[in-house]
């Protein structure tokens, strides 16, 4: 067997750290459609802040299968994405995702003095927001915090979590 150059040992597969920064470029862009969609929704749609929750679902189910398609071929492309993966991913989206996401937006909906100073902010200096886009914006922003910190988690060891042969070998000369 050949020893390994230093050529070899540049092209590594990624570790967690690498994944946590595709995972930050797929969540922006997953953010943008999700929160455009959402948008869209309780604004035009569903105007009325108690259903804010059936905003969130929607865009939420949505952005979840765009989600996988993105973080299993950008994020986690490198890894042996099994059959199961799929089923584990939306496991997780539809047993935690789905419940936590539209109970924190109506949660999150509540800071009601907080927005009132963003608001009262907001009009002093000539911006034409209306409490209820304050509202909604703060309400989505807080519960996308929340989920993408406990999806990385979770997708990272749970449902991408099967390492390729190449990462399996480096981490096993990285002992030796």
């Not at 071929?73 to 584990?88: F, G, L, P």
């Not at 991913?89 to 949660?107: E, H, S, V």
């Amino acid at each position: 067997m050949e020893p390994k150059t230093n050529e070899d040992k540049t092209k590594t597969v990624p570790k967690t750290s690498q994944h946590a920064k595709r995972y930050v470029v797929v969540g922006i862009i997953l953010t943008v459609f999700n929160y455009g969609l959402y948008s869209i929704l309780s604004n035009f749609i569903f105007n009325n802040s108690e259903l804010l929750w059936l905003a969130t679902f929607i865009a939420t189910a949505i952005t979840t299968i765009l989600a996988y398609i993105l973080h299993s071929k950008i994020t986690w492309k490198e890894r042996n994405v099994s059959k199961i993966a799929i089923v584990k991913f939306f496991i997780w989206n539809g047993l935690l995702t789905f419940p936590i996401g539209p109970g924190l937006t109506q949660f999150f909906s509540l800071f009601t003095p907080l927005y009132s100073f963003v608001y009262d902010v907001c009009q002093s200096l000539h911006f034409n927001f209306t409490y209820e886009f304050i509202q909604s914006t703060g309400a989505f922003v807080f519960t996308t915090a929340v989920t993408m910190i406990m999806n990385f988690l979770l997708y990272d060891k749970f449902v991408f979590g099967k390492k390729s042969p190449t990462e399996k070998t480096e981490k096993k000369e990285e002992k030796a």
